[in-house]
């Protein structure tokens, strides 16, 4: 089973905290290039960092934004195989591989998903969208894109539905609370983003909300790859798509998106339509039986 396989390993949990610590050194590490290229810039807001960040080319300050991600995959490594002799398989699935084809089927699934929902939102509302297409820039925007963003969603799933679900796992010896705080403290994270200031904390609701979704997709199947894919694609399809001048991330994508932002209707059939479909299709695909034992179960 998933979360058992670390208990072999007999990691202490406050190797864990600790893990946890280091490759959030290692990702702050990774945001000096973005620091120094703001200060060289001359656009400096003291009062308010984003303002600086979003004066920068926004090719530019995407790659940025995302290099520390790298940087801190670079310390999820270190953790994992020098501070406890483990492998990043070791906490990503509990196959004998990664199977990478779960990865491609979930990130084609969504993918497929959520261009076809902001096709239909283009269609039926065009006066809220500014087509924004530039041939280079977009084509710079794709190559950043494909390289450092499934870089950005792994570190998360790695670090979220992987190490810390595993690490929780053998400190609370079932399902449900690994579960659950992941979920929370990966919500809570969100807490600064851009969106919050924007739509209110009840943001977090959608964030905690994915995280439990992403966590379920996990203990289901027994490894990280369907999560993997699904948040891939997620962060990828809407960066290239469509972008507006309240998100986290602001890209050259194809679209603007300048209606006033809004949030509970969207919410709602994200969580309660959306997410139960796609696991409703990947478990008639995998098969999956004994939910209960699976999201419950102590060991």
Known sequence: ????QSLS???PFSLYILGSFVIILFIVFGQIPLTMVVIDSGVTDASDPMESIRALDKNLQLALLLLPFAVGFL??????????????????TSRSSMDWKRFFFAFAVWAAATSVF????????PENFIWNFKAG???LLFLIGIVLIPIQTSLEE????????QGFGGLFRNSWLPLLFTSVIFGSLHLFNPEVEKLGYWILVYYIGTGLFLGILTL?????????????????????LVTSDWTAFQTESVLIDTSTPSLGAELLVTLLFLYPIFLWITAKKYNWTDWKTKLTNRF
């Not at 089973?1 to 058992?4: A, K, P, T, W, Y």
């Open 1 to 4: 089973m998933f979360l058992e």
């Open 9 to 11: 390993y007999k990691n």
């Open 75 to 92: 310390g999820l490594w270190l953790v994992v195989s020098k501070l406890h002799n483990r492998t990043l398989r070791s906490i990503a």
């Open 118 to 125: 902001i096709a239909l939102d283009y269609m039926i509302q």
């Open 137 to 139: 820039p977009f084509a």
């Open 158 to 165: 790695y670090i979220f539905r992987g190490y810390l679900l």
């Open 220 to 240: 289901m199947d027994q490894g990280i790859e369907l999560a993997l894919g699904f948040h891939a694609a997620n962060n990828l399809i809407t960066a290239l």
